[in-house]
């Protein structure tokens, strides 16, 4: 438990010191916002939580379309440049700073998770159970060929091909894609699902 606590606080400083020279992100993921637009899947705005916000673009997306957004990131850096920016939209996010290593989510509060270029494991459970009946799961990040290609390239912070599938089996999956995708820019290979909790 102490060594995790000092992972994260080191894991934090290192966030802080990339957003400290970062350019605020463009717009949403492609991903999120492709799956938001669809005809094939009605999402209708409710309660959403965004995992690992960094500086919030998605959670500014999704607020603008109605969602009541709480978001979460372990970077007072992110959080601060994410919460200067819905200020100077008019749009109301709950920003959070969180350690999710250590984090309790809620159960049953949410309508939509939203989690992007993230991976932590033990977190599924926690995700799976912080979803209402009927709530939806839009998870992508980078895929295991990616460290071939650039970063990230430590295999804990990369998928399995297929392995997303596993990690929702229990809810049915209504979207899977996985390859190398140029949508947010640079090519990257990663793999992205849209799920839904159904029990
Ligand atoms: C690659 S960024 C993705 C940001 C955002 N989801 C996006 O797609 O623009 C990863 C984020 O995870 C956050 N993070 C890393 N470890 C964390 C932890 N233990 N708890 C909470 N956030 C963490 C970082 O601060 C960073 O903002």
Not at 94 to 102: G, N
Not at 161 to 171: G, I, K, S, T, W
Request: proline fraction near 4%; glycine fraction near 6%; charged fraction near 25%.
């Amino acid at each position: 438990m102490k060594v995790q606590r000092l992972m994260s606080r080191d894991d934090q400083e290192r966030w802080d010191r990339q957003y400290a020279v970062a350019q605020a992100p463009g717009g949403p993921s492609h991903f999120l916002a492709e799956i938001l637009s669809a005809e094939a899947w009605s999402i209708p705005p409710g309660r959403a939580l965004d995992i690992a916000c960094g500086m919030g673009r998605n959670a500014l997306f999704l607020a603008a379309r109605g969602f009541e957004v709480t978001a979460l990131d372990i970077s007072a850096v992110a959080l601060a440049e994410a919460r200067r920016r819905s200020l100077a939209r008019s749009l109301a996010v709950s920003w959070q700073q969180a350690d999710l290593e250590q984090i309790h989510l809620p159960r049953a509060r949410y309508d939509l998770i939203v989690n992007c270029n993230y991976l932590q494991r033990s977190l599924i459970p926690q995700i799976h159970g912080a979803l209402t009946i009927g709530g939806h799961v839009i998870f992508e990040t980078y895929l295991i060929d990616q460290k071939e290609i650039g970063h990230p390239k430590n295999p804990e912070y990369l998928l399995a091909h297929n392995e997303l599938l596993d990690l929702f089996r229990a809810c049915r999956v209504l979207y899977y894609r996985e390859g190398k995708f140029a949508d947010d820019g640079e090519s990257s290979f990663r793999a992205g699902i849209l799920a839904q909790k159904v029990v």
